[in-house]
């Protein structure tokens, strides 16, 4: 259904250029979720807002179920506003606040013509009760200050259902929520996947969270503007082949002590990521990465490979057995 | 053991435009010579207060009904509520030091990381700008930074990384015996995360100071913490060791959030929310704080508010029925 073609993005910053997203291709099919996770900087928000249309690439395509959208026109691009939307990460900044949430919900009922007079008021209960809000008139007249975090959160996922997308665009829609309501969010978000069968991109910096709600679907890596790995969940988590993927998983700190505190470690080569600015030569990741080897990752960018069920962007990850086996070391 | 901090029955309130917030309730804790202690909580559970007050340092609308902080050194005790002016600005920095979650918002932007150094050091009595150098050199390459390259540099001009790595190094500059941290990898990348728990493990080997750190965040404790305090509306509802806490949870709030958290190795399992929502501080529910989200409540948690029980040695829950409290 979306479609990246080798799409990037630079944005320029006092006559410097930066590149956000870099030659990044991507697909995402009817229903299924891909989870984009990487650290800040690495471009997935903004590869998030190309596929919403809220960013335009500098080169490439964005593709709805097969056209450019920025030659859609007339009905054609209704139909993708309507198909795509975007829930975003601060719940705080996302709500109009002087606005109550009936007429936040209202709003798009109204301007795509899905529910007028008596039957909107309906419509805006029903969006509150799929989003657990409920009893619905508790809501209907709060504004977002009077609601929590969590609350204000759940009326940004009810204004994206409500104009019955097939694609939502989830960019950390749970990280600012705190720990014991956060999961009720991303299981709402879970329930609505198999109510309704709309597709995600599910952009989180947390592993752990693309692995729960993703489990079933597809993760891509993002490192400085490029897609690095990119797999199934399950063998992404499981049996990691780019080594920026592997220090990452080796990285995160886990919930329980004994997991946390014996899971083998990866020494980089440097603590600190390169700037945006002054991206390395060849694959971006050598200066940091164990295995680099000089004369070739310094040089060569490596492209997307297929690896088994995974494609990897790594000259060393590519050749069988070059990367010590994970699951033997562990 | 020997505590270093004893803090009791400490309570804390604010005063606010709707009414008066109840931010820390009877507070009872120590912090012993050579422990990490990790406090768990999400946002009003208290836990920065219990840290600002621990430094003397709560903003002027909290005021403190009742309670002592108590710092143990040398045989002696001080009353750290009481200090006066000169001895308190000695206690911060030399006794306890402070490092605070946004390195950017507590670094000088128009001083040189040198001079930051210089200031501190001199401001605690410390003349010799050689004898500081060669401390700060030290301290720079325990946090894995290039002295040279970051001692001229001003804190825009680092990554925040590399700021947070300078607060460490700043916060050890005076050899305080206890570090106290506010949310310490939060915003942080995950790399650069790891970096941080492994200097903070690292640091507290070579110096010996004891550690508390705040966070909202499980994972932290499970890696860092030696005990681990739960803490809910003001109080701490649960305290342990981390393995205690981890996998003999005995505080339904407790339990909540461990099954609330995923983790990215280990089973794929089901994840459960705690129902409802975290107390209003101005209006706390009477008896538990916790029976309106309990799915072990019983008429008397309705009524009365459970003390710290004894579980076992050093484990303690604040619920009347954490015999039958299960993970």
Not at chain 1, 129 to 147: C, G, M, N
Request: neutral net charge; proline residues 6%; charged residues 25%.
């Amino acid at each position: 259904m979306i479609i990246l073609e080798r799409v990037s993005r630079i944005f320029r910053s006092r006559g410097e250029a930066i590149r956000a997203v870099d030659d990044v291709s991507l697909e995402i099919g009817e229903g299924q979720v891909m989870s984009l996770v990487g650290e800040s900087g690495s471009g997935k928000t903004t590869t998030g807002k190309m596929i919403a249309g809220l960013v335009t690439p500098s080169s490439g395509r964005v593709l709805f179920e097969g056209r450019d959208i920025r030659t859609l026109d007339g009905a054609a691009r209704a139909r993708y506003r309507r198909a795509v939307q975007i829930i975003h990460q601060d719940p705080y900044a996302c709500l109009n606040p002087v606005r109550t949430v009936g007429d936040t919900l209202a709003a798009p009922l109204q301007l795509y013509g899905l529910a007028d007079g008596r039957s909107r008021n309906a419509g805006i209960g029903e969006l509150l009760e799929r989003v657990e809000l409920t009893p619905a008139s508790a809501f209907v007249d709060k504004y977002p200050h009077q609601l929590s975090g969590g609350q204000r959160q759940r009326v940004a996922v009810a204004r994206a259902l409500s104009v019955q997308p097939k694609f939502l665009v989830a960019d950390e829609a749970v990280s600012m929520i705190d720990v014991s309501l956060r999961i009720s969010l991303l299981n709402l978000l879970l329930k609505l996947r198999q109510e309704t069968g709309v597709a995600f991109l599910f952009i989180t910096h947390d592993l752990a969270l693309a692995r729960h709600f993703g489990w079933d679907g597809r993760i891509a890596v993002m490192y400085l503007g490029r897609v690095v790995d990119v797999g199934p969940t399950r063998t992404v988590i499981e049996d990691p082949h780019h080594p920026y993927t592997r220090a990452l998983l080796a990285a995160v700190p886990e919930a329980d002590p004994h997991i946390t505190r014996t899971k083998p470690r990866l020494r980089l080569r440097s603590q600190d990521p390169p700037s945006l600015l002054h991206l390395p030569s060849g694959c971006a990741f050598h200066p940091r990465c164990p295995w680099a080897e000089s004369g070739l990752c310094d040089v060569i960018r490596p492209e997307l490979t297929h690896v088994r069920a995974q494609e990897v962007a790594c000259h060393v990850a590519v050749r069988e057995g070059a990367l010590p086996d994970l699951a033997a070391t562990t | 053991m020997d505590s270093l901090l004893s803090i009791r029955d400490l309570s804390i309130a604010y005063r606010g435009r709707g009414g008066t917030s109840q931010a820390l309730r009877e507070v009872s804790l120590d912090l012993y010579r050579d422990e990490t202690l990790g406090l768990i909580g999400e946002s009003g559970s208290g836990k920065t207060t219990l840290a600002l007050a621990v430094l003397r340092m709560l903003p002027p609308a909290a005021h403190i009904p009742q309670g002592q902080i108590l710092y143990h050194h040398d045989g002696r005790t001080a009353d750290v509520l009481s200090l006066g002016a000169e001895r308190l600005r000695r206690y911060r920095g030399e006794e306890v030091a402070m490092v605070f979650q946004s390195a950017l918002s507590s670094l000088n932007p128009v001083l040189r990381i040198w001079d930051q150094f210089l200031d501190t050091a001199r401001a605690h009595g410390e003349t010799d700008p050689a004898r500081v150098r060669t401390r700060t050199r030290e301290l720079l390459s325990h946090v894995q930074l290039e002295p040279e390259r970051v001692l001229s540099a001003f804190p825009h001009e680092l990554s925040g990384g590399m700021r947070q790595r300078v607060m460490l190094a700043l916060a050890l500059l005076l050899r305080p015996r206890v570090v106290v941290l506010d949310e310490p990898t939060t915003a942080l990348d995950i790399l650069t995360q790891r970096t941080i728990i492994d200097l903070l493990r690292s640091l507290r080997r070579e110096f010996g100071f004891s550690m508390m750190f705040i966070s909202h965040d499980l994972s932290l404790a499970a890696e860092l913490a030696d005990r681990v305090a739960t803490m809910y509306a003001g109080r701490i509802v649960e305290i342990g060791t981390t393995d205690e806490l981890f996998y003999e949870p005995r505080h339904p709030y407790t339990v909540g959030l461990l099954q609330a958290v995923p983790t990215v190795h280990g089973d794929h399992r089901t994840l459960h929310s705690i129902p409802g929502s975290p107390p209003n501080l101005q209006r706390l529910p009477a008896g538990c704080k916790f029976h309106p989200r309990c799915p072990y409540v019983r008429p008397v948690c309705t009524e009365a508010e459970p003390d710290l029980l004894h579980v076992s040695n050093g484990h303690r829950s604040a619920c009347f029925f954490w015999d039958e409290v299960r993970r």
